[in-house]
T-cell receptor, first 114, second 110 residues
Framework: NAGVTQTPKFRVLKTGQSMTLLCAQD?????MYWYRQDPGMGLRLIHY???????AKGEVPDGYNVSRLKKQNFLLGLESAAPSQTSVYFC?????????????FGPGTRLTVL | RKEVEQDPGPFNVPEGATVAFNCTYS??????FFWYRQDCRKEPKLLMS???SGNEDGRFTAQLNRASQYISLLIRDSKLSDSATYLC???????????FGAGTRLFVKA
């Protein structure tokens, strides 16, 4: 099992460009999440999905869109990148929600917006 | 005030030492508590869940104090391989609103 994979691993964008980050999991997990991690701050939830075809906003959704057309994939889109979106992006998945549910993380995507 | 607060450290300890981290949370309705470990430039991984009665996993002991709204992690007999950032994680009802602390850095030296 590969677990949770993310592509690309690194990307540099210019302000205003768009891109899509792909997350894939092979654990048949229902729930998937996108976080961003910035220095001195904890992981912040951007969007999440509780199942195929569903998405919901997290703590910091502005400037991002997501889609979950297939259970195993969760895409994060930046329509018009801004320097404030320079960050490390982590995708995670979990079997379900709930109180004792472990989240499994991908290796991260390091994005720089110039 | 942040929802989950941790001392960023760093904690510099010699091998074999015992070290403890605390984490405070602001939402008294929080239902679930975890410690994750994150190595430099890597993804977070679950270290252990924290249960109301406290729990132990080898050299690691986690405690929850609901009255004072903090959780703790104790590491005994520190190893070089324990060097990492430890993330305190608090979950609220439904499990979606999971709040991550900014982490406490630990360096264990020979």
């Amino acid at each position: 099992n590969a677990g949770v994979t993310q592509t690309p691993k690194f990307r540099v964008l210019k302000t205003g460009q768009s891109m899509t980050l792909l997350c894939a999991q092979d654990m048949n997990h229902e729930y998937m999440y996108w976080y961003r991690q910035d220095p001195g701050m904890g992981l912040r939830l951007i969007h999440y999905s509780v199942g195929e075809g569903t998405t919901a906003k997290g703590e910091v959704p502005d400037g991002y869109n997501v889609s979950r057309l297939k259970k195993q994939n969760f895409l994060l889109g930046l329509e018009s990148a801004a320097p404030s979106q320079t960050s490390v992006y982590f995708c995670a998945s979990s079997l379900a929600g709930g109180d004792h549910n472990e989240q499994f993380f991908g290796p991260g995507t390091r994005l720089t917006v110039l | 005030r942040k929802e989950v607060e941790q001392d960023p450290g760093p904690f510099n300890v010699p091998e074999g030492a015992t070290v403890a981290f605390n984490c405070t949370y602001s939402n008294s309705a929080s239902q679930s508590f975890f410690w994750y470990r994150q190595d430099c430039r890597k993804e977070p991984k679950l270290l252990m869940s924290v249960y109301s009665s406290g729990n132990e996993d080898g050299r690691f002991t986690a405690q929850l104090n609901r009255a004072s709204q903090y959780i703790s992690l104790l590491i005994r007999d520190s190893k070089l391989s324990d060097s990492a950032t430890y993330l305190c994680v608090v979950g609220n009802t439904g499990g979606f609103k999971t709040i991550f602390g900014a982490g406490t850095r630990l360096f264990v030296k020979a």
